[in-house]
């Protein structure tokens, strides 16, 4: 069934996979099919073990065959055209990293299958997820948000395998990856509109903290502070009514559209009576209540640059590019 042939200028652990795939393109393997064991490769054809598993392992990575624990290997995909898996591990979905994801996939090219997984701020839906697909992927991109000691549960993983998104924190800083500097960020861009900001009596900080980034709440405390402005942190808008003198610092929609509702409901005005700023720029913020002022990062080209550099193999870390969106919410 598998064929090796010696002095053909072709490794044997390819001639293994190639044999693999002309099996499962002419039909005699197909999905769910048991392949021959490593040792009776090894023993037929007077191959090291090495050489058998490393062929199995490139095409597990590509997720064409699988493994069963006390029963062997499986053909778990049809698909032969994927030379390359990644596991893709997101905090949470929404409309900016949709975009980023969708700008990710189309820089990637069509021969590289990538699967995409929430924690949903979990730690240990993060640890399941990676102690699940150990081994599975050619690289994995891991979205840590705030989760504490993420170095300590993919330690297990090869480091030149993961690439970091969005935060690198401290135990990470080893790994590459394409992140914002959330405090620099917040910091410069609240500096940047500092003259429409000082009309206002005190600025909220929406902060959620297992959500929202450290960084953002560094940034903004060292800008007040050095700016001798009255501020103050809350976890939500939920319970909280505007008043005249208020400047709302807003990472996430949910809290933006309370406040919208609240104002209008109190019969405040926007930029008058109070201020907006929000977090990522989209349509509706551009068009809602004649605009909304965002702080806001490029999320495409975040997608863009991180395919690139699985492509090019980069080892390195990018700061992602962000920037100040002046509308007539302040």
């Known amino acids: ?26 039909g005699t393997l197909q999905k769910g099919d048991q392949i021959p064991s490593i040792n009776q490769i090894k023993n037929d054809h007077k191959l090291s073990r090495d050489t058998v598993l490393m062929a199995f392992n490139e095409l597990k990575n590509r997720g064409i065959i699988q493994s069963v624990v006390g029963k062997g290997y499986y053909i778990s995909s049809e698909n032969v055209s994927v030379t390359q898996k990644i596991f893709l591990l997101f905090d949470e979905l929404n409309s900016f ?60 993983l090869s480091e030149e395998k993961v690439y970091i998104l969005d935060q690198i924190p401290e135990d990470l800083a080893g790994y590459p990856g394409v992140y914002q500097n959330f405090k620099k960020e917040i910091f410069d861009n609240l500096n940047e509109a500092k003259h429409l900001i000082k009309k206002y009596k005190n600025l909220i900080l929406v902060n959620s903290e297992n959500k929202q980034p450290y960084g953002m709440l560094k940034g903004f405390t060292k800008f007040c502070k050095k700016n001798a402005l009255n501020f103050s942190i809350v976890n939500s808008l939920k319970d909280k009514s505007p008043e005249t003198g208020d400047l709302y610092i807003i990472p996430d929609d949910k809290n933006l559209l309370r406040i919208i509702k609240k104002m209008k409901e109190s019969k405040l005005k926007l930029a008058k009576d ?57």
């Open 97 to 156: 990293k949709e975009d980023l994801y969708n700008s990710f996939l189309e820089n990637l090219g069509n021969d590289i299958q990538v699967d995409i997984y929430f924690h949903h701020f979990n730690r240990n839906i993060f640890k399941k997820l990676i102690q699940d697909n150990l081994g599975d992927y050619n690289y994995y991109v891991i979205m840590p948000a705030n989760i504490d000691n993420t170095q300590e549960i993919i330690k297990d």
């Open 274 to 330: 109070i201020g907006i700023i929000s977090y990522n720029d989209t349509l509706l913020k551009e068009l809602v209540e004649g605009g909304i002022t965002t702080i806001s990062t490029d999320f495409n080209l975040m997608g863009k640059r991180l395919a690139e550099m699985i492509i090019n193999k980069e080892q390195i870390q990018l700061e992602n590019p962000h920037n100040l969106i002046l509308r007539n919410s302040i």
């Open 1 to 26: 069934m598998i064929k090796v042939k010696s002095k053909i200028g072709i490794p044997k652990y390819k001639q293994i996979i190639n044999s693999i795939e002309e099996l499962i393109v002419s």
